[in-house]
């Protein structure tokens, strides 16, 4: 038997992989699914997550994205994959500097993005604000509903509602509690809040949604995001560390004033989620995922504002350490750039 610490996407994912691959499996969480990957927009955004000088998180995001399809497949989830592609825009002048900055980091590293004029990006997204500078369209960077893909792994996966203690450590347990793992190990975490609204996107019959892809903009120099779907469009995020696990009015008021600036007619919908959800941080940004030295446990924690993303190789890796599955060549790589020593 097998003891996943943590029910968030991750550690559900892990859970439903070793249970597909004919194991017993026991679950630890005393609320699941309520923690950051409950409030996550869900973004399978590899090229446009790329920020400079975290290298060593690229190769991590491209092989999980690819790794996304079959994972789903796996655990009979294919349609929550939405293939919606994405636009990331440029409210000003100033802005299209630091949006061609990243777009050149992006070509150096062979992602594929498109600059694309005003008039190219209105062509594709008529909704979007007559006053943007430039744009990028990344074709492969998609969305999944974090939400709906918890709900699903919660009816294949049992859970049992409580805290996990010392005695459920071992060699054949793995943590993916998120912050919760720092209460079972010294490990380097922070919790990064994020400020994230839900929106009411209704349309008429035959109308067209307001948004076909995500729209990811820089305003100010501040990142904004909205993802479309369905009825609901998702606008995140802040990132800030002052401990307030409350949504700020300061937050909420930049956001909307940022996405009102891509994307004007976001005035005319209604709220219908305002929350703030704290994301596993690291001092680099790159998760921890390796055996703890004391209790032989597999640590898989600090996916930081990349969980969903990573969560497909996450999940494998996971459950391959497990079970003594002998790591490829470049999955060794992933688990050295990961290890939790070297913070030692």
């Known amino acids: 038997?097998?003891?996943?610490?943590?029910?968030?996407?991750?550690?559900?994912?892990?859970?439903?992989?070793?249970?597909?691959?004919?194991?017993?499996?026991?679950?630890?969480?005393?609320?699941?699914?309520?923690?950051?990957?409950?409030?996550?927009?869900?973004?399978?955004?590899?090229?446009?997550?790329?920020?400079?000088?975290?290298?060593?998180?690229?190769?991590?995001?491209?092989?999980?994205?690819?790794?996304?399809?079959?994972?789903?497949?796996?655990?009979?989830?294919?349609?929550?994959?939405?293939?919606?592609?994405?636009?990331?825009?440029?409210g000003d002048r100033a802005d299209l500097g630091h949006l061609h900055d990243v777009f050149d980091l992006q070509?150096?590293?062979?992602?594929?993005?498109?600059?694309?004029?005003?008039?190219?990006?209105?062509?594709?997204?008529?909704a979007l604000s007559p006053g943007i500078a430039g744009a990028v369209a990344i074709p492969a960077d998609h969305q999944i509903n974090p939400r709906v893909l918890m709900a699903?792994?919660?009816?294949?996966?049992?859970?049992?509602?409580?805290?996990?203690?010392?005695?459920?450590?071992?060699?054949?347990?793995?943590?993916?509690?998120g912050l919760g793992a720092a209460e079972l190990f010294d490990l380097p975490l922070r919790p990064v809040y994020g400020d994230i609204l839900r929106l009411n996107m209704p349309r008429t019959k035959g109308a067209e949604p307001l948004l076909h892809r995500v729209v990811r903009g820089f305003v100010l120099d501040r990142p904004v995001y909205l993802v479309p779907r369905g009825d609901e469009l998702v606008l995140g995020a802040t990132s800030r560390e002052d401990r307030e696990p409350l949504p700020l009015a300061g937050g909420v008021?930049?956001?909307?004033?940022?996405?009102?600036?891509?994307?004007?007619?976001?005035?005319l919908l209604s709220i219908k989620e305002v929350a703030a959800g704290a994301r596993p941080g690291t001092p680099d940004d790159v998760p921890l995922f390796g055996r703890d030295p004391k209790t032989s446990s597999v640590i898989s924690t600090g996916y930081f504002r990349h969980g969903i993303l990573l969560a497909a190789l996450a999940a494998r890796l996971g459950a391959d350490q497990l079970t003594g599955v002998e790591p490829s060549e470049q999955d060794q790589a992933f688990i050295q750039a990961m290890n939790p020593e070297r913070f030692l």
């Open 1 to 90: 038997m097998y003891t996943v610490i943590g029910a968030g996407l991750i550690g559900l994912a892990t859970a439903a992989l070793l249970q597909q691959r004919g194991h017993e499996v026991r679950v630890i969480d005393p609320d699941p699914a309520s923690q950051a990957s409950h409030f996550a927009a869900g973004m399978l955004a590899p090229t446009a997550e790329m920020q400079f000088e975290q290298d060593p998180l690229y190769p991590l995001m491209f092989a999980s994205a690819d790794e996304y399809p079959e994972f789903l497949a796996l655990i009979g989830a294919e349609d929550a994959l939405i293939a919606s592609g994405t636009l990331v825009v440029a």
């Open 107 to 126: 070509q150096r590293y062979g992602a594929e993005a498109e600059k694309l004029t005003p008039s190219q990006a209105r062509k594709l997204e008529p």
């Open 152 to 177: 699903r792994l919660l009816q294949q996966v049992q859970v049992e509602r409580r805290k996990a203690q010392p005695g459920d450590l071992g060699p054949q347990t793995i943590v993916c509690a």
């Open 253 to 267: 008021l930049d956001l909307l004033r940022d996405a009102a600036r891509v994307l004007p007619d976001i005035q």
